[in-house]
């Protein structure tokens, strides 16, 4: 079972820049993909950003190059750095880590508990 926490959100006007970090405990060891997610009040939630544990990327077509994650193993952390901000990023960042499941398919999805992040204009 794995346990994360994220950190790092808060207020900030329209193109600051903010760096969420995403802990990881427990089974640590076994952890395939890092990520993070958001949500805003009356939408799906939705993918931000991923990287696996060789180092491939993925972004939300929203992230339009300002967003970069990043991932330190042997700290077992996760990171968000979000340049350029505007306020419809607005929204509560959850970060999200993979386990192997019994399929050979799937995987074990834990998440956090979400940290708030606000653009002002």
């Known amino acids: 079972q794995v346990q994360l926490v994220e950190s790092g959100?808060?207020?900030?006007?329209?193109?600051?820049?903010?760096?969420?970090?995403?802990?990881?405990?427990g089974?640590?060891?076994?952890?395939?993909?890092?990520?993070?997610?958001?949500?805003?009040?009356g939408k799906l939630r939705e993918l931000v950003a991923a990287i696996t544990s060789g180092g491939t990327t993925n972004y939300a077509h929203?992230?339009?190059?300002?967003?970069t994650i990043t991932r330190?193993?042997?700290k077992n952390m996760a990171?968000?750095?979000?340049?350029?901000?505007?306020p419809e990023d607005t929204a509560v960042y959850y970060c999200t880590a993979d386990r192997?499941?019994?399929?050979?398919?799937?995987?074990?999805?834990?998440?956090?508990?979400?940290?708030?992040?606000?653009?002002?204009s």
């Not at 089974?27 to 009040?41: F, H, L």
């Not at 192997?100 to 002002?120: D, E, K, L, N």
């Open 27 to 41: 089974t640590v060891e076994d952890i395939n993909a890092m990520g993070w997610y958001r949500k805003v009040p």
């Open 79 to 86: 990171y968000l750095q979000m340049n350029s901000l505007r």
């Open 100 to 120: 192997p499941a019994s399929s050979p398919i799937a995987s074990t999805r834990y998440w956090g508990q979400g940290t708030q992040v606000t653009v002002s």
């Open 62 to 67: 929203f992230v339009e190059g300002r967003f």
């Open 9 to 25: 959100g808060g207020l900030v006007q329209s193109g600051g820049s903010l760096r969420l970090s995403c802990a990881a405990s």
């Open 72 to 74: 330190d193993s042997a």
